[in-house]
């Protein structure tokens, strides 16, 4: 079961994103957004008796001139451990893009696995005419609508990212 992340499973998402990464960042990351009113999107998965996995995509800008694309950062994905390997964080990752779509969002940035975010259709060659704090191939972009990076611009970050 997948859906929308409520306040009561704040403590859950903690120890999830904490326990798949294995340190706080990425937890305190989730909180800061939070905090700065910057989750555009904030799914869980799991069943009734406990939760298995987490993805969060924040409010990303991309400015060209006086253009600015509404656009969404994936991060982080986070399952635990003893369920990883097993689906859930595609599935995740699967339905946050359709909302992100859903919500009007014309692009997705990742930074991950270059062997594992292609098979969702992100790609670095769509990002390669950004202006951002990141580069290389595990800096990739998912265009929801057509052309929406091919224009290029500067990739503004949501606060926390401190980017």
Known sequence: MIRSAETRDHAAIRAIVTHAFGRADEANL???LRADSDVLLELVSGDHAALRGHALYSRLTIERGDERVAAAALAPVSVLPAFQR???GSALIRAGNERCAALGVSAIIVLGHI???????F???KTAR????FNGPSFMGLELRPDAL?????VRYARAFGV
């Open 130 to 133: 950004l202006q951002a704090p």
């Open 30 to 32: 989730v909180e800061q």
């Open 123 to 125: 790609s670095a060659a």
């Open 150 to 154: 091919s224009g290029g611009g500067k």
């Open 115 to 121: 062997e594992y975010y292609p098979r969702f259709g």
């Open 86 to 88: 097993q689906g859930l």
